[in-house]
């Protein structure tokens, strides 16, 4: 038989307000939520939210497991990710990716490092490929890989407008993206291109250009790091206003904002002051990637690492700016799982995952779960990776 948690009393976002409600979860899955919940037998655990939010756990749509960087030499090298550095900040499902370095780094080391954290407890998807074209997979192909591979559920960060991507062709753009778009049809997967948008000139014009010179449709393709400059960011409304989502990068560092970042939380909000529906954005960390800095010529001055705890403190910030709690959560979760069709993830209802985040009044965390597995307990981890230095 599964063991029971009964939540009681707790302030629910489904993302949107239930009310004070209880929540009953059985193994690992929401099995009912309502008032004054009442069950015969043994609970394995109850708790008494009273006071706290309870809210989906955090989906994150771009963490690079296994380190990233390496733009400035070897030693550059970020390192790889570990349980508490998501669970601690209420981050219970990601997707891995590569980016620049598809040669010390490789799919066959991220699939086994996402198979390792699931098996700590979290819940780690991938994309295949990386920034280069001809993409390298783990099957021979993008649909082989979305098809035979569980984890795998799109291809990315393919790179456009940026000199460190491989200056694909509208033709070339279209061929990924419809590989993509017959493996997830396949495998029933979102089969999305992640894509790296660079500060080129470019911006995302070659993923309309794709839209409309070929058949595969616009929303194909879910373009991150929107943010970088006011320019592209002016893009990406017009991008979500034609049905797609965008996503923009809470990892940040005073020079990327000095160099004409715009900030996550005034990004949202002109988003949404330009009519952006709040179901086309969402936020990812971009966790261990590296944050490079580079001069007018192209060169690495500088180099910091990019955090998946900056997803949470974002969604802090958007709360105390003011955006609706339902909406901040939407960013951070529920949008993210809608767009790469993870069914079971970023809501709270009956028959979903049991990934919750227990907030105070004051948006610290109390407790996490993961599929109904206890991460984290009164502010502290219950689990660590299995290297973690404690």
């Known amino acids: ?31 009912a939520i309502g008032k004054d ?27 690079h497991i296994t380190g990233g960087g390496g733009e400035g030499g070897y030693h550059t090298r970020t390192r790889a990710m570990e349980l508490t550095d998501a669970s601690c900040y209420g981050v219970t499902t990601l997707v891995a990716a590569l980016g620049t370095d598809a040669i010390s780094r490789t799919l066959e080391d991220m699939l086994a490092k996402a198979k390792g954290l ?39 960060e393919i790179a456009i407008s940026d000199h460190r991507g491989s ?14 778009r017959v493996g997830g049809m396949l495998s029933n997967k979102a089969g999305k291109v992640f894509v790296h948008v660079g500060d080129g000139k470019g911006g995302l014009q070659p993923l309309h250009q794709v839209a409309s010179e070929t058949d595969i449709p616009l929303q194909q393709f879910y373009p991150t790091h929107i943010n970088r400059s006011q320019a592209l960011l002016e893009q990406g409304f017009t991008f979500a206003k034609a049905g797609g989502v965008i996503d923009f990068t809470t990892s940040t560092n005073q020079a990327c904002l000095d160099s004409g970042e715009v900030a996550v939380v005034d990004a949202v909000f002109q988003a949404l002051d330009a009519g952006v529906s709040i179901n086309n954005i969402s936020l990812s960390s971009d966790g261990h990637a590296s944050l490079p800095v580079f001069n007018e010529l192209g060169q690495l001055t500088g180099l910091e690492m990019g955090r998946i705890a900056s997803l949470y403190e974002t969604f802090c910030e958007l709360v105390q700016a003011n955006l609706p709690l339902s909406d901040a959560i939407k960013l951070v979760s529920t949008n993210a799982a ?12 009956v028959g979903l995952d049991a990934d919750l985040v227990l907030l105070d009044a004051k948006l610290t965390i109390d407790s996490v779960w993961s599929r109904g597995q206890a991460l984290v307990r009164g502010g502290e981890p219950t689990r660590y990776g299995q290297f973690e230095i404690r």
């Open 1 to 31: 038989m599964a063991s029971l948690l009964l939540i009681k009393n707790a302030d629910v976002y489904s993302p949107e307000p239930l009310g004070c409600v209880d929540v009953l979860v059985a193994g690992s899955t929401i099995i």
């Open 37 to 63: 919940l009442a069950i015969s037998g043994n609970v394995h655990h109850t708790l008494d939210a009273q006071g706290k939010l309870l809210i989906p756990g955090l989906v994150d749509p771009l963490v």
């Open 118 to 156: 699931e098996h700590e407890g979290l819940n780690v998807f991938c994309y295949t490929g990386s920034y280069a074209y001809p993409v390298v997979t783990l099957t021979g192909s993008i649909s082989r890989d979305l098809m035979l591979i569980d984890n795998m559920i799109g291809i990315g």
């Open 167 to 180: 200056q694909l062709t509208t033709t070339e753009l279209a061929r990924v993206a419809s590989e993509a």
């Open 338 to 349: 809608r767009n790469l069709q993870l069914k079971h993830k970023g809501q709270l209802a």
